[in-house]
């Protein structure tokens, strides 16, 4: 199983931005599918974006506009840049293989007010 690190969750205001990182500790050159998907408090886990190798990204309506996932290969890490973030974001982000069902332990991201 593939093991993954998500990092760069922090405490934010509205509107700023910040960029979520899941290094792999396998190369992602053959992995075409990669989600990201977080849990708020209270809440059930919901998706918020995936890429893949051969069609592109896609990504939750309440995110669409303002969060973008990549990924460098050569770096065997996945990417969610997060702008003009808003108090409901605030929850445990996490990356996902469904490939492989891989999950990170979650990177937790807030947004005050």
């Known amino acids: 199983q593939v093991q993954l690190v998500e990092s760069g969750g922090g405490l934010v205001q509205p509107g700023e931005s910040l960029r979520l990182s899941c290094a792999s500790s396998r190369s992602l050159s053959s992995i075409n599918i990669i989600h990201w998907y977080r849990r708020a408090p209270g809440k059930e886990r919901e998706w918020v974006a995936q890429i893949t190798s051969i069609i592109g990204t896609s990504y939750a309506a309440s995110v669409k506009g303002r969060f973008t996932i990549s990924r460098d290969n050569a770096k065997n890490t996945v990417y969610l840049q997060m702008n003009n973030l808003k108090p409901e974001d605030t929850a445990v982000y996490y990356c996902?293989?469904?490939?492989?069902?891989?999950w990170g332990q979650g990177t937790q991201v807030t947004v005050s007010s």
């Open positions: 996902h293989i469904p490939i492989d069902g891989s």
